[in-house]
């Protein structure tokens, strides 16, 4: 069957149902959003005189709960104006509906009997074919078939998204034994292709696969705290990004999650769980049960395992829990030697090696965390997953973690690690064991550009089934034609190379700047085109390396500036200007030069959660690295559209003034950052490969090398006065600074061309020059190298 999804029934609008809608509306689906209607009207719809026939009362509970996530911080929509393909209604009124509907996802109350009861409907309203499929993590998927007819049960299974579904890209595909084989193929492919998601198949297991691990190492850190006496900070600062965790760490994640959502996940498990040979982790420990007495569930009750108050000066101050007194008291900073020795390693599995040999508290809490999960995980197989690569999937996507549990243990050398489990008093599941006796070393391997794994039945490896399309630069390792310290270039096969950053947050310094002009000197000799991109998990590129600007700015070192910039200059033209197609794939931070050299390129392919900026006046200067040029540029091409002139370019103008960010790839095509031509790629995973096929396709079309532009349409004087007098407005009400008022004057003068008498055509090379000598003049301010200092010393913005 050619199975296609337009639109979309979400029945159940609370945090996790009005989360879905929004995402399945970013995509384009055509989504309606149901709940119950109210018992009785409120006490303000009594006011009015209103009734619960009254549509306003009837939807209220759908209305308010969809409102409340528009209003919610991240946005789950990649722009507001996608919320018009949200339909709102209920269940007495529009159920009905669900027939001219391809998909119902029920994220209803996680009770059984009401489950079925909405089902017992849902199966009497919808067309045959229909997929239904449930949000649940807390009840067996195949209990809620019960009783419903044979097409229902045929197309019916589990889709478990995780909240945020717009961030978080795990999505766990539960079938039942009666699922159609091919419903399950179409969901895997479908929540990989089009939702952007890792998509995973899970067994019918208590909590699945995600949470029974990642629920597991939480309970079990936490146990592990209580026998140790470590701090709530201490823990934080262990299990967070040095091992490739979300920043927050243990604690402080589990106060923005809600302890509750733990709490009854945990529970559930030890209720749930018949032949788990450590069921009793799943017992809440002592601080979870206070926590819960005293309704400190973190974020939602103000107050957890850290509370924010308001200090002196009404400066806000953030206190931890003390877990033995149960006081809160001000946060302490954390200082490790095992942590110490680890801070010049950057590769995060190098690392690990070094945790776990350590002699001081944090080894020994590594140890006894890191070890149980790798007997943990092993055990789980073939209870949860029959491969272990489903284990690391899962968790990575759902947890936020960079390694999941067999690459770490990988990292270490399975034998270490066996030998240091052994060392705790702990042992794998025997199949590890009988892997080594294969003579198989190693969970995983590459081979050929591909990673495989250790498939357990046959004894032998594996492509990871899904990845096969996949371009995955860490597997290239082979392929490299060319590095140095900061940049590598790839080949990525058919013609085409890549340029990876691996510099701090990928900025650009002396060795990026290099890696840009050898690899496009090298397509040009030998290759059909480029692609620039990374696989970082912090940012594509946050800009230029402001250490070295600042060095030469403070000893005046003027001419070096001058220098520093117009290779900058000249490199994003060359981006621009190569005799082969360039095409640039950003994603997470895209910011100043990290924006700058996407705006350059033939053609963009981003990922959806890409955040770009030109943010140069957040350290007192302007985009001079062909930033400031190009927008004028593209605001001169939107005139031609008859698009007002002087509105376009002060969209423009106040987008860089303010150092607005997008918000996702589709704000910044309403920025004008990305145009048409340009991609926007749901699935992290596949953008490399996809920026690899455009450049194919710019090649295969007959590419040719284009010429600078000498026809961009600047407005001159016009448009100086009437920026400079919004500027003027601002720094009267005070709602900016004198050097900001002076940074944006700099700003009008380069996006308009220059003090010229009317509107004209100028030259790109023209605009650069403008850009550099205000930029090169902004360097020198004494205010604006107080905020480069204020970056690089807190990485905090400066308002001065």
Known sequence: MNRTIKKVAVLGSGIMGSRIACHFANIGVEVLLLDIVPKEPNDAEKAKGLTTEHPAVRNRIVNDAFQNTLKANPASLYSASFANRIKLGNFDDNLADIKQYDWVIEVIVENLAIKQSLYEKVDQLRKAGTLVTSNTSGIPIHLMAEGRSDDFRKHFCGTHFFNP???????????????DSAVIDFLMHYGDRFLGKTTVLCKDTPAFIANRIGVYSMMKTMQVVEEMGLTVEEVDKLTSTVVGRPKSGTFRLSDVVGLDTTINVSNNLYAGLVNDESKDTFVL??????????KWLGDKTGQGFYKKI?????????????????EYRPSEKVKFETLEKTKNIAVLKDRFAVLLAGKDKAAEFYRKTFLDGFRYASNRIPEISDELYRIDAAICAGFGWQMGIF???DAIGVEKGIELMQAEGMKPAEWVNDMLASGAKTFYKKESGRRLYYDIPTKSYKVIPGTESFIILENLSDNIVWKNAESSVYDLGDGVLGLEFHSKMN????GVIEGVHKAISLAE??????????ESNEAFSAGANLAMLFMYAIEQEFDEVNLMIAQFQQTMMRVRYSGIPVVVAPHT???GGGCEISLHADRLVAHAETYMGLVEVGVGLIPAGGGTKEMALRCSDLYKNGDPE???????????????????????????YLRRGDRIILNRSSVIAEAKQEVLDLANAGYTQPKQRTDVKVQGKTGIALFKAGVQGMLMGRYISEHDAKIADKLAYVICGGDLSYPQLVSEQYLLDLEREAFLSLSGEKKTLERIQSLLNGGKPLRN
Do not use: C, H
């Not at 601080?287 to 007495?293: D, G």
């Not at 400066?315 to 877990?323: P, R, V």
């Not at 103008?653 to 910044?668: D, G, L, P, W, Y």
């Open 525 to 534: 000799k030998d290759f059909r085109g480029l692609v620039i991109g990374n």
């Open 165 to 179: 579904p717009r961030y978080l890209r795990l999505l766990e595909i539960i079938p039942t034994p009666e699922t």
């Open 589 to 591: 931070l895209a910011l």
């Open 285 to 294: 420990p002592a601080m979870i049960r206070k926590l819960q007495e005293n």
């Open 507 to 510: 900025t650009f310094g002396a």
């Open 310 to 326: 308001k200090g002196e000066g009404g400066k806000s101050e953030i206190l931890a829990l003390d877990l033995k007194t149960f």
């Open 646 to 672: 002087l509105n376009t370019l002060q969209n423009a103008f106040m987008n860089i003034a303010t150092a607005k960010v997008s918000t996702s790839a589709q704000e910044a095509f309403e920025m004008n």
């Open 407 to 409: 690459e770490t243990w």
